[in-house]
């Protein structure tokens, strides 16, 4: 059982970042995959989700700015970010959209400069 986030970093308001997860097919295969959110001080919330078949959704808040795509041979999702607001700081997880045995990855580091 694995997850490994990766690609956070340091960026202005209005920059890019591409986050990526390796994950462990037992997670990956078949499943509805998705990308959360954690500020500082706050609980982890749902940023979006993708089916094993492409279809996508989004927290109203990222809508038009991240794109959540995924590679089904290679068991990776990603997160494209796009014009980045200080309100997405934080710690980004990825993980099924159904947690199951309560396992998450460290996570990567977001952190937008205003």
């Known amino acids: 059982v694995q997850l490994v986030e990766s690609g956070g970093g340091l960026v202005q308001t209005g920059g890019s970042l591409r986050l990526t997860c390796a994950a462990s097919?037992?997670?990956?295969?078949?499943?509805?995959m998705a990308w959360y959110h954690q500020a500082p001080g706050k609980q982890r919330e749902l940023v979006a989700w993708?089916?094993?078949?492409?279809?996508?959704n989004y927290k109203d808040s990222v809508k038009g700015r991240f794109t959540i795509s995924r590679d089904n041979a290679k068991n990776t999702v990603y997160l494209q970010m796009d014009s980045l607001k200080p309100e997405d700081t934080g710690v980004y997880y990825c993980?099924?959209?159904?947690?199951?045995?309560?396992?998450w990855g460290q996570g990567t580091q977001v952190t937008v400069s205003s």
């Open positions: 993980n099924r959209l159904v947690v199951v045995g309560g396992y």
């Open positions: 097919r037992s997670i990956f295969s078949g499943n509805v």
């Open positions: 993708i089916t094993s078949g492409g279809i996508t």
